[in-house]
């Protein structure tokens, strides 16, 4: 049983054993620069935790998820072509969709599609080009369409259970990202793949703090839709 | 490795749930209130796909009493919210009421609960 064995390889040396350590990284990483800046800025701003604590939170473990599958995807670099279409486009879309609804439900569609679309499109070629240019093509579709799809998603949802609306989207997204993870490991199994990159825990601690940093600065500071001022 | 990475999986969980408890809180309810004594009556419509209140002009501290023309509500815009003040409610013939007091001054938004119909108030 391949998913057996999946989960067992978590707990081995090779790629699979590093993906949990790169979760605590990420969140350690993402969840220090928050406090820091909360120390420094963000205390004085009234409200801030019961306004933006909650999304906050929900994208330091969106980011760190997102940062896993880009670890392990970088770590076997390429892919046959079927594989990368559909690599590109789930991390397109899921590191679309997530950041999008979830800067959407604070600064509105527009900045929550804005940021979305960036993220989105940015993963989404960067992934998917491992395997050429129908990945890449693939992953800037995905993202731009995610993108677009989290802040739409975040706005009609405004008065009806949002943050229920975001837990249950971030599970999905797990599982969805999860399921890539799986599908790489397999990939990598079956065709006698081996290590080809090796990224240092600076890479996840630095990506954590970047998206941790520009997320923040967006849902707290950044422009908003006439509707959220 | 094995007890390793369980090392690293309680950690990973104790980070969730202390960030998790820290950040997650809930937002605060506005202190709308029902209204009592002698309100101030408002007809609220929809026109063009918009939210019409009649008049749109209230007094703060003094309660407030919408009265739905269910007739011209078509839709979802009979699901009313105003996040401002905690008011949120399905109009229907039979109770076409809502009542809050707003406690602030400023102007505010009236919007279905998918925010496709919309409108403003201002409350001085």
Same mark, same amino acid.
Request: glycine residues 14%; aromatic residues 8%; without cysteine.
């Given at each position: 049983m391949s998913f057996k064995e999946f989960v067992k390889s978590l707990n081995n040396d090779k790629v699979e054993g590093e993906l949990v350590k790169t979760i605590f990284v990420s969140l350690v990483a993402s969840f220090f620069v928050l406090a820091i800046l909360y120390f420094l800025r963000l205390r004085f701003i009234a409200d801030f935790i019961p306004k933006y604590g909650f999304f906050l939170f929900f994208a330091? /473990? *969106?980011? %760190?998820?997102?940062? /896993?599958s880009v670890r392990h995807i970088r770590a076997y670099k390429e892919f046959a072509c079927m594989s990368g279409m559909m690599i590109g486009m789930t991390i397109g879309m899921i590191s679309g969709f997530l950041p999008g609804f979830l800067v959407g439900a604070t600064n509105g569609m527009f900045w929550g599609s804005v940021v979305g679309m960036s993220f989105g499109i940015l993963f989404g070629v960067w992934n998917g080009k491992c395997c050429g240019v129908m990945g890449a093509m693939e992953g800037m579709m995905a993202g731009f369409m995610g993108g677009l799809m989290g802040g739409m998603t975040a706005l009609m949802m405004i008065n009806d259970n949002l943050r229920a609306a975001a837990v249950i989207v971030f #599970? &999905?997204?797990a599982v969805i990202l999860f399921g /890539?993870?799986? #599908?790489?490991?397999? @990939?990598a199994r079956d065709n006698g793949m081996e290590r080809k990159h090796k990224d240092s825990e600076f890479f996840i601690i630095f990506w954590s703090f970047l998206l941790t940093v520009i997320t923040t600065w967006f849902?707290?500071? +950044?422009p908003r839709s006439v509707l959220f001022q | 490795m094995k007890y390793k990475n369980l090392f690293f999986i309680l950690l990973t969980l104790a980070i969730i749930v202390i960030a998790g408890v820290f950040l997650i809180? $809930? @937002? +605060?309810? %506005? %202190? $709308? $209130? =029902?209204? =009592? $004594?002698?309100?101030? &009556?408002?007809? /609220? *419509?929809v026109e063009g796909g918009r939210y019409v209140l009649s008049p749109s002009e209230f007094r703060k501290d003094v309660p407030v009493r919408i009265e739905a023309d269910i007739s011209k509500m078509p839709g979802c815009s009979k699901s009313i919210v105003i996040s401002a003040f905690g008011v949120r409610k399905i109009v229907s013939e039979s109770d076409n009421v809502i009542e809050f007091t707003p406690t602030k001054t400023g102007t505010f938004n009236i919007a279905c609960s998918m925010n496709m119909y919309r409108g403003v108030f201002t409350v001085v």
């Open positions: 330091a /473990l *969106s980011y %760190s998820l997102i940062l /896993l #599970m &999905v997204s /890539l993870n799986y #599908m790489v490991y397999k @990939e849902i707290v500071f +950044g | 809180r $809930g @937002e +605060g309810t %506005s %202190s $709308g $209130g =029902t209204a =009592t $004594g002698n309100a101030q &009556v408002v007809k /609220l *419509s």
